[in-house]
């Protein structure tokens, strides 16, 4: 069975530039985490969704990031506009939320750098 | 709010050492325990979890008891080797209906041959 996927695995921009990245869960899943690790804060939840629905959008640093779930097989997180502080990897994770198990399936993750 | 402290790493050990990550949390109720590990260039995957006070997680030979009195879930393995080279992540789930995890900051491990 396909993991979690994630696009682009790896991605160089500039200041100030739009940046979208995109996540598909495992199929039947309900529950999706969007995780930003950075060697300084380590690995920090950002939002996360349940039944396509956001539930907790704490994390998410400021008004230039932004999260959608259109689908139950599609997310995206934007950041608009990018800065060198964004620098990080972003992690997509997927659960089903009746097992209740705290068990996430992690993607491989996109590697952002911003110029 | 809960959170979880690990020890900082790097740690470095020789093929066939015993293994310890320190790990404690602060949470409010009765959190479920985990370690996560990620091998280079890939994502996070369960490692090992319990669920309630002085049960024990294991799973390829790493174990870990959770220990309400000094709210720990440290991780131990007895006999480490090259492959087990990675970053290992403590991690807690707090009640209610959700899998939202709080991560500790990684403890990178590596092993020498």
């Known amino acids: 069975d396909a993991g979690v996927i994630q696009s682009p695995r790896h991605e160089v921009t500039e200041m100030g530039q739009e940046v979208t990245l995109r996540c598909k869960p495992i199929?039947?899943?309900?529950?999706l985490f969007w995780y930003r690790q950075t060697m300084m804060r380590g690995l920090e939840l950002l939002i996360y969704?349940?039944?396509?629905?956001?539930?907790?959008d704490s994390g998410m640093p400021e008004d230039r990031f932004s999260a959608k779930m259109p689908n139950a097989s599609f997310s995206t997180l934007k950041i608009q506009p990018s800065e060198p502080r964004d620098s990080a990897v972003y992690f997509c994770?997927?659960?089903?939320?009746?097992?209740?198990?705290?068990?996430?399936?992690f993607g491989e993750g996109s590697r952002l750098t911003v110029l | 709010g809960d959170s979880v402290t690990q020890m900082e790493g790097p740690v470095t050990l020789s093929e066939e050492a015993f293994l310890t990550i320190n790990c404690t949390y602060t949470?409010?109720?009765?959190?479920?325990l985990f370690w996560y590990v990620q091998y280079p260039g890939e994502g996070l995957q369960l490692l090992l979890k319990?669920?309630?006070?002085?049960d024990k997680g294991s799973n390829k030979g790493f174990e870990a008891t959770y220990r309400k009195e000094t709210t720990s879930f440290h991780l131990e393995k007895g006999s480490v080797q090259v492959s087990d080279s990675a970053v290992y992540f403590c991690?807690?789930?707090?009640?209610?209906?959700?899998?939202?995890?709080?991560f500790g900051t990684g403890t990178l491990l590596a092993v020498q041959p």
């Open positions: 949470a409010t109720g009765y959190p479920s």
């Open positions: 199929s039947g899943h309900n529950s």
């Open positions: 991690a807690l789930k707090g009640g209610g209906a959700t899998n939202k995890l709080i």
């Open positions: 969704f349940n039944n396509n629905v956001p539930i907790d």
């Open positions: 994770a997927s659960s089903l939320v009746s097992a209740n198990t705290g068990e996430l399936f």
């Open positions: 319990a669920t309630k006070a002085d």
